[in-house]
Protein backbone atom coordinates (compact mmCIF):
# COMPACT_ATOMS: atom_id res chain seq x y z
CA UNK A 1 0.00 0.00 0.00
CA UNK A 2 1.33 3.54 -0.94
CA UNK A 3 0.90 6.21 1.84
CA UNK A 4 -1.80 7.60 -0.63
CA UNK A 5 -3.69 4.74 -0.07
CA UNK A 6 -3.15 4.80 3.73
CA UNK A 7 -4.19 7.82 4.21
CA UNK A 8 -7.29 7.69 1.92
CA UNK A 9 -8.38 4.61 3.83
CA UNK A 10 -7.71 6.44 7.25
CA UNK A 11 -10.27 9.59 6.16
CA UNK A 12 -12.83 7.28 4.92
CA UNK A 13 -12.43 4.95 8.24
CA UNK A 14 -12.23 8.05 10.43
CA UNK A 15 -15.26 9.94 8.94
CA UNK A 16 -17.44 6.52 8.71
CA UNK A 17 -19.13 6.92 11.98
CA UNK A 18 -18.27 11.05 12.93
CA UNK A 19 -19.91 10.89 16.25
CA UNK A 20 -18.40 7.87 17.57
CA UNK A 21 -14.59 9.09 16.31
CA UNK A 22 -15.55 12.62 17.89
CA UNK A 23 -16.69 10.94 21.01
CA UNK A 24 -13.17 8.71 21.07
CA UNK A 25 -11.14 12.17 21.03
CA UNK A 26 -12.91 13.82 23.43
CA UNK A 27 -10.54 12.31 25.60
CA UNK A 28 -7.47 13.55 24.22
CA UNK A 29 -9.07 16.98 23.71
CA UNK A 30 -9.62 17.59 26.91
CA UNK A 31 -6.37 15.96 28.44
CA UNK A 32 -4.15 18.00 26.13
CA UNK A 33 -5.65 21.30 26.54
CA UNK A 34 -5.81 20.60 30.58
CA UNK A 35 -2.33 20.20 30.73
CA UNK A 36 -1.56 23.12 28.50
CA UNK A 37 -4.09 25.15 30.70
CA UNK A 38 -2.54 23.97 33.85
CA UNK A 39 0.94 24.06 32.70
CA UNK A 40 0.55 27.90 31.94
CA UNK A 41 -1.00 28.71 34.63
CA UNK A 42 1.51 27.76 36.93
CA UNK A 43 4.43 29.23 34.93
CA UNK A 44 2.50 32.12 34.63
CA UNK A 45 2.31 32.23 38.80
CA UNK A 46 5.70 31.50 39.11
CA UNK A 47 6.76 34.71 37.18
CA UNK A 48 4.35 36.45 38.43
CA UNK A 49 5.56 35.87 42.11
CA UNK A 50 8.86 36.08 41.16
CA UNK A 51 8.39 39.60 39.50
CA UNK A 52 6.96 40.56 43.20
CA UNK A 53 10.27 39.50 44.95
CA UNK A 54 11.88 41.34 43.11
CA UNK A 55 9.72 44.11 42.67
CA UNK A 56 10.81 44.75 46.74
CA UNK A 57 13.96 45.38 46.34
CA UNK A 58 17.48 44.66 44.70
CA UNK A 59 20.11 42.69 46.00
CA UNK A 60 18.25 42.43 48.98
CA UNK A 61 18.64 40.76 52.52
CA UNK A 62 16.05 40.83 55.23
CA UNK A 63 16.89 40.09 58.95
CA UNK A 64 13.78 39.36 61.42
CA UNK A 65 13.50 38.83 64.73
CA UNK A 66 12.42 35.41 66.20
CA UNK A 67 13.75 31.43 66.74
CA UNK A 68 14.61 29.78 63.17
CA UNK A 69 13.22 26.46 64.26
CA UNK A 70 10.58 25.35 61.97
CA UNK A 71 7.44 23.49 62.70
CA UNK A 72 5.36 21.31 60.20
CA UNK A 73 5.79 23.25 56.93
CA UNK A 74 8.48 25.70 57.66
CA UNK A 75 5.97 28.23 60.35
CA UNK A 76 8.81 29.64 62.72
CA UNK A 77 8.60 30.49 65.96
CA UNK A 78 7.47 33.93 66.69
CA UNK A 79 9.48 34.94 63.68
CA UNK A 80 8.72 38.82 63.23
CA UNK A 81 6.87 38.90 66.43
CA UNK A 82 9.54 38.27 68.96
CA UNK A 83 12.03 41.48 70.18
CA UNK A 84 15.03 39.90 69.62
CA UNK A 85 16.38 42.34 66.86
CA UNK A 86 17.25 45.63 68.47
CA UNK A 87 18.19 49.25 67.63
CA UNK A 88 21.57 48.30 68.34
CA UNK A 89 22.34 45.52 66.13
CA UNK A 90 20.96 47.43 63.66
CA UNK A 91 23.81 50.16 64.04
CA UNK A 92 26.67 46.86 64.39
CA UNK A 93 25.43 45.79 61.49
CA UNK A 94 26.25 49.16 59.85
CA UNK A 95 29.59 49.96 61.70
CA UNK A 96 31.16 46.10 60.98
CA UNK A 97 29.40 44.61 57.95
CA UNK A 98 30.94 45.65 54.72
CA UNK A 99 29.20 45.52 51.19
CA UNK A 100 26.53 47.17 52.25
CA UNK A 101 24.68 50.02 49.73
CA UNK A 102 22.44 50.68 52.08
CA UNK A 103 20.00 49.49 55.22
CA UNK A 104 16.60 50.07 56.29
CA UNK A 105 15.27 48.98 60.07
CA UNK A 106 11.60 48.93 60.00
CA UNK A 107 8.37 48.11 62.46
CA UNK A 108 5.43 46.99 61.09
CA UNK A 109 2.10 46.29 61.53
CA UNK A 110 -1.75 46.65 60.56
CA UNK A 111 -4.14 49.28 61.77
CA UNK A 112 -7.27 50.48 61.41
CA UNK A 113 -6.93 53.58 59.30
CA UNK A 114 -10.10 56.65 58.99
CA UNK A 115 -10.36 59.89 56.89
CA UNK A 116 -13.51 61.78 56.03
CA UNK A 117 -15.49 59.39 57.24
CA UNK A 118 -14.31 56.36 55.79
CA UNK A 119 -12.26 53.28 57.38
CA UNK A 120 -9.66 50.61 56.10
CA UNK A 121 -7.48 48.19 57.82
CA UNK A 122 -3.65 48.05 56.16
CA UNK A 123 -0.18 47.91 56.95
CA UNK A 124 1.68 50.53 58.59
CA UNK A 125 5.36 50.49 58.18
CA UNK A 126 7.59 52.92 60.43
CA UNK A 127 10.65 53.36 58.40
CA UNK A 128 13.22 56.00 57.44
CA UNK A 129 14.53 57.65 54.02
CA UNK A 130 16.71 54.41 53.30
CA UNK A 131 13.46 52.55 52.38
CA UNK A 132 12.50 54.31 49.42
CA UNK A 133 15.92 52.96 47.86
CA UNK A 134 16.06 49.65 49.63
CA UNK A 135 12.99 48.93 48.11
CA UNK A 136 12.44 50.10 45.16
CA UNK A 137 10.03 52.27 46.47
CA UNK A 138 8.76 55.67 43.35
CA UNK A 139 7.26 58.32 44.41
CA UNK A 140 4.21 59.72 42.10
CA UNK A 141 3.23 62.80 44.03
CA UNK A 142 4.66 64.90 46.99
CA UNK A 143 8.19 62.87 48.69
CA UNK A 144 8.71 60.27 50.80
CA UNK A 145 10.04 60.23 54.48
CA UNK A 146 12.69 62.45 55.28
CA UNK A 147 15.89 62.50 57.84
CA UNK A 148 14.06 64.95 59.33
CA UNK A 149 10.57 63.67 60.30
CA UNK A 150 12.41 60.77 62.08
CA UNK A 151 14.70 62.90 63.86
CA UNK A 152 11.71 65.36 65.53
CA UNK A 153 9.02 62.08 65.52
CA UNK A 154 7.16 64.26 62.35
CA UNK A 155 3.18 62.62 61.84
CA UNK A 156 3.38 62.73 58.69
CA UNK A 157 2.32 59.54 56.21
CA UNK A 158 3.24 58.12 52.54
CA UNK A 159 0.45 56.17 51.60
CA UNK A 160 0.04 53.91 48.39
CA UNK A 161 -2.93 54.20 45.22
CA UNK A 162 -4.87 51.41 47.13
CA UNK A 163 -4.92 53.55 50.45
CA UNK A 164 -5.73 56.68 48.65
CA UNK A 165 -8.88 54.83 46.71
CA UNK A 166 -10.41 53.17 49.52
CA UNK A 167 -9.82 56.53 52.08
CA UNK A 168 -10.51 59.86 49.21
CA UNK A 169 -12.27 57.96 46.48
CA UNK A 170 -10.29 56.59 43.06
CA UNK A 171 -7.35 59.17 41.93
CA UNK A 172 -8.55 61.84 44.26
CA UNK A 173 -6.10 64.45 46.18
CA UNK A 174 -4.15 63.10 48.41
CA UNK A 175 -1.57 65.14 49.18
CA UNK A 176 -2.10 67.44 52.73
CA UNK A 177 -5.18 65.31 53.89
CA UNK A 178 -5.25 64.27 57.47
CA UNK A 179 -5.98 60.39 58.25
CA UNK A 180 -5.28 59.09 61.66
CA UNK A 181 -3.80 55.88 62.67
CA UNK A 182 -4.72 53.83 65.21
CA UNK A 183 -6.99 57.19 66.39
CA UNK A 184 -3.71 59.61 65.81
CA UNK A 185 -3.73 62.03 63.15
CA UNK A 186 -1.38 62.14 60.29
CA UNK A 187 -0.82 64.13 57.44
CA UNK A 188 -0.16 62.62 53.73
CA UNK A 189 3.19 64.19 52.24
CA UNK A 190 3.60 61.24 49.81
CA UNK A 191 1.75 58.98 47.32
CA UNK A 192 3.72 55.90 45.81
CA UNK A 193 3.78 54.37 42.19
CA UNK A 194 1.52 51.80 42.02
CA UNK A 195 3.53 48.39 41.97
CA UNK A 196 0.64 45.82 41.78
CA UNK A 197 -0.88 43.65 44.19
CA UNK A 198 1.20 40.46 42.76
CA UNK A 199 1.95 37.35 45.12
CA UNK A 200 4.01 38.85 47.65
CA UNK A 201 1.63 40.85 49.50
CA UNK A 202 -0.22 44.59 47.93
CA UNK A 203 2.77 47.14 48.24
CA UNK A 204 0.30 49.15 46.88
CA UNK A 205 -2.09 48.90 50.30
CA UNK A 206 0.40 50.04 52.35
CA UNK A 207 1.02 53.47 54.75
CA UNK A 208 5.03 54.65 55.29
CA UNK A 209 5.47 56.70 58.87
CA UNK A 210 8.28 57.99 60.92
CA UNK A 211 10.62 55.13 62.03
CA UNK A 212 10.65 57.12 65.24
CA UNK A 213 6.80 58.18 64.98
CA UNK A 214 6.23 54.28 64.99
CA UNK A 215 7.99 53.34 67.83
CA UNK A 216 6.46 55.52 70.12
CA UNK A 217 3.24 56.18 69.13
CA UNK A 218 2.14 52.63 67.81
CA UNK A 219 4.46 50.55 69.13
CA UNK A 220 5.72 52.08 72.21
CA UNK A 221 9.40 50.56 72.37
CA UNK A 222 11.86 52.60 70.63
CA UNK A 223 14.71 50.05 71.05
CA UNK A 224 13.54 46.66 68.80
CA UNK A 225 12.39 46.82 65.39
CA UNK A 226 10.50 43.90 63.47
CA UNK A 227 12.73 43.72 60.25
CA UNK A 228 15.85 44.84 58.81
CA UNK A 229 16.39 45.55 55.03
CA UNK A 230 19.52 45.52 53.52
CA UNK A 231 20.87 46.29 50.03
CA UNK A 232 24.32 44.77 49.66
CA UNK A 233 26.43 46.21 46.42
CA UNK A 234 25.95 43.26 44.32
CA UNK A 235 24.17 40.19 43.91
CA UNK A 236 27.89 38.55 43.89
CA UNK A 237 28.52 39.62 47.85
CA UNK A 238 24.82 39.03 48.97
CA UNK A 239 25.90 35.13 50.12
CA UNK A 240 28.89 37.12 51.67
CA UNK A 241 27.36 39.57 53.20
CA UNK A 242 24.28 37.37 54.70
CA UNK A 243 27.20 35.23 55.86
CA UNK A 244 28.85 38.12 57.92
CA UNK A 245 25.66 39.52 59.41
CA UNK A 246 24.60 35.94 61.12
CA UNK A 247 28.15 35.96 62.59
CA UNK A 248 27.63 39.42 63.80
CA UNK A 249 24.14 38.60 65.43
CA UNK A 250 25.45 35.18 66.56
CA UNK A 251 28.08 37.05 68.44
CA UNK A 252 26.61 39.93 69.83
CA UNK A 253 23.29 37.49 71.04
CA UNK A 254 26.18 35.39 72.83
CA UNK A 255 24.44 31.68 70.61
CA UNK A 256 27.53 29.38 69.74
CA UNK A 257 24.84 27.31 67.55
CA UNK A 258 23.39 28.68 64.37
CA UNK A 259 20.29 25.99 64.93
CA UNK A 260 19.41 28.15 68.40
CA UNK A 261 20.14 31.86 66.68
CA UNK A 262 16.67 33.79 67.72
CA UNK A 263 16.79 35.41 64.66
CA UNK A 264 16.60 34.85 61.04
CA UNK A 265 18.54 35.78 57.68
CA UNK A 266 17.04 35.44 54.24
CA UNK A 267 18.42 36.65 50.88
CA UNK A 268 16.39 37.81 48.32
CA UNK A 269 17.82 34.52 46.11
CA UNK A 270 17.03 32.32 48.68
CA UNK A 271 13.20 33.61 48.66
CA UNK A 272 12.80 33.09 44.80
CA UNK A 273 14.24 30.05 44.90
CA UNK A 274 11.93 28.69 47.96
CA UNK A 275 8.93 30.73 45.66
CA UNK A 276 9.86 28.96 42.53
CA UNK A 277 10.16 25.20 43.73
CA UNK A 278 6.66 25.88 45.32
CA UNK A 279 5.27 26.72 42.41
CA UNK A 280 6.81 24.30 40.26
CA UNK A 281 5.69 21.62 42.24
CA UNK A 282 2.34 23.05 42.29
CA UNK A 283 2.74 23.09 38.36
CA UNK A 284 3.53 19.71 37.95
CA UNK A 285 0.80 18.58 40.54
CA UNK A 286 -1.40 19.79 37.85
CA UNK A 287 -0.38 18.44 34.81
CA UNK A 288 -0.38 15.12 36.42
CA UNK A 289 -3.89 15.63 37.49
CA UNK A 290 -5.04 16.72 34.14
CA UNK A 291 -2.79 14.28 32.39
CA UNK A 292 -4.97 11.89 33.66
CA UNK A 293 -7.69 12.54 31.10
CA UNK A 294 -4.83 11.71 28.47
CA UNK A 295 -4.59 8.00 29.94
CA UNK A 296 -8.45 7.75 29.98
CA UNK A 297 -8.59 9.23 26.04
CA UNK A 298 -5.99 6.42 25.20
CA UNK A 299 -8.05 3.86 27.31
CA UNK A 300 -11.18 5.19 24.94
CA UNK A 301 -9.02 4.85 21.55
CA UNK A 302 -7.79 1.53 22.20
CA UNK A 303 -11.51 0.33 22.79
CA UNK A 304 -12.84 2.22 19.80
CA UNK A 305 -9.65 0.38 17.65
CA UNK A 306 -10.89 -2.82 19.03
CA UNK A 307 -14.49 -2.09 17.95
CA UNK A 308 -13.46 -1.06 14.39
CA UNK A 309 -11.22 -4.01 14.22
CA UNK A 310 -13.65 -6.47 14.61
CA UNK A 311 -16.59 -4.16 12.38
CA UNK A 312 -14.00 -4.75 9.82
CA UNK A 313 -13.06 -8.58 10.24
CA UNK A 314 -14.27 -9.12 6.96
CA UNK A 315 -12.83 -6.13 5.36
CA UNK A 316 -9.19 -7.44 6.58
CA UNK A 317 -10.06 -11.27 4.99
CA UNK A 318 -10.56 -9.75 1.57
CA UNK A 319 -6.92 -7.74 1.91
CA UNK A 320 -4.85 -10.68 2.97
CA UNK A 321 -6.76 -12.19 0.37
CA UNK A 322 -6.27 -9.96 -2.72
CA UNK A 323 -2.70 -9.93 -1.19
CA UNK A 324 -2.00 -7.19 1.87
CA UNK A 325 0.75 -7.98 3.99
CA UNK A 326 0.28 -8.05 8.08
CA UNK A 327 2.36 -4.88 7.71
CA UNK A 328 0.16 -3.44 5.57
CA UNK A 329 -2.80 -4.30 8.07
CA UNK A 330 -0.53 -3.04 11.25
CA UNK A 331 0.32 0.46 9.81
CA UNK A 332 -3.03 1.21 8.19
CA UNK A 333 -5.24 0.81 11.52
CA UNK A 334 -2.01 2.45 13.63
CA UNK A 335 -2.31 5.53 10.89
CA UNK A 336 -5.75 5.39 12.22
CA UNK A 337 -5.40 5.63 15.58
CA UNK A 338 -2.40 8.25 15.35
CA UNK A 339 -4.58 10.36 13.41
CA UNK A 340 -7.07 10.41 15.92
CA UNK A 341 -4.73 11.46 18.40
CA UNK A 342 -3.21 13.81 16.44
CA UNK A 343 -6.62 15.89 15.61
CA UNK A 344 -7.81 15.36 18.88
CA UNK A 345 -4.19 17.00 20.28
CA UNK A 346 -4.25 19.71 17.76
CA UNK A 347 -7.72 20.60 19.18
CA UNK A 348 -6.61 20.52 22.61
CA UNK A 349 -3.24 22.77 22.12
CA UNK A 350 -6.39 25.15 20.35
CA UNK A 351 -8.75 25.40 23.23
CA UNK A 352 -5.93 24.96 26.20
CA UNK A 353 -4.25 28.21 24.79
CA UNK A 354 -7.68 29.95 24.37
CA UNK A 355 -8.45 28.95 27.83
CA UNK A 356 -4.70 30.44 28.81
CA UNK A 357 -5.26 33.27 26.65
CA UNK A 358 -9.06 34.11 28.37
CA UNK A 359 -7.69 33.80 31.98
CA UNK A 360 -5.23 36.47 31.21
CA UNK A 361 -7.68 38.76 29.27
CA UNK A 362 -10.14 38.60 32.79
CA UNK A 363 -6.94 39.86 34.59
CA UNK A 364 -6.92 36.89 36.73
CA UNK A 365 -2.98 35.92 36.20
CA UNK A 366 -0.55 36.29 33.34
CA UNK A 367 -0.08 32.83 32.06
CA UNK A 368 2.57 31.94 29.84
CA UNK A 369 2.47 29.63 26.90
CA UNK A 370 5.56 27.77 26.32
CA UNK A 371 6.71 26.07 22.65
CA UNK A 372 7.68 24.09 24.88
CA UNK A 373 4.41 22.52 26.66
CA UNK A 374 2.88 22.60 22.93
CA UNK A 375 5.25 20.31 21.71
CA UNK A 376 5.11 18.32 24.13
CA UNK A 377 1.47 17.90 24.33
CA UNK A 378 1.80 16.61 20.03
CA UNK A 379 4.60 14.18 21.27
CA UNK A 380 2.00 13.04 24.14
CA UNK A 381 -0.77 12.75 21.96
CA UNK A 382 0.94 11.02 19.18
CA UNK A 383 2.72 8.43 21.63
CA UNK A 384 -0.77 8.10 22.92
CA UNK A 385 -1.94 7.13 19.40
CA UNK A 386 1.17 4.50 18.44
CA UNK A 387 0.95 3.06 22.58
CA UNK A 388 -2.80 2.27 22.81
CA UNK A 389 -3.23 1.86 18.86
CA UNK A 390 -1.11 -0.87 18.81
CA UNK A 391 -2.84 -3.86 20.10
CA UNK A 392 -5.91 -3.71 17.90
CA UNK A 393 -3.38 -2.74 14.88
CA UNK A 394 -1.60 -6.36 15.92
CA UNK A 395 -4.79 -8.00 16.67
CA UNK A 396 -6.04 -7.07 13.03
CA UNK A 397 -2.31 -7.73 11.24
CA UNK A 398 -2.80 -11.78 12.90
CA UNK A 399 -6.22 -12.67 11.90
CA UNK A 400 -6.63 -15.58 9.49
CA UNK A 401 -7.97 -14.71 6.01
CA UNK A 402 -10.06 -17.57 5.45
CA UNK A 403 -12.19 -17.00 9.34
CA UNK A 404 -12.26 -13.14 8.35
CA UNK A 405 -14.24 -13.98 5.08
CA UNK A 406 -16.63 -16.27 7.06
CA UNK A 407 -16.92 -13.92 9.72
CA UNK A 408 -20.72 -13.01 9.89
Known amino acids: MTTADILHETISALTANKVRTSLTMLGIIIGISSVIAMVSIGQGAQSSIQSSIQSIGSNLIIVSPGATRNFGYGASSGRGAAKTLTMKDVEAIAAEVGNIQALSPEVNGRYQITAKGTNTNTSV ?21 GDQDVSVRSKVAVIGPTVRDDLFGVGAEAIGQSIRINGMEFKVVGLTKSKGSGGFGNQDDTIYIPLSTAQLFLVGDSTYVTSLSISATDASVMTQVQADITDLLLARHKISNAANADFNVLNQADIVSAASSVTGTFTILLAAVAGISLLVGGIGIMNMMLTTVTERTKEIGLRKAIGATRRDINIQFLTEAVALTLIGGAIGVILGWGA ?6 FGILETQVSTTSVLLAFGVSALIGIVFGYYPARRASRLNPIEALRYE
Open 356 to 361: SYAVTS
Open 125 to 145: IGSKSAYAGVHNVTIDEGSFI
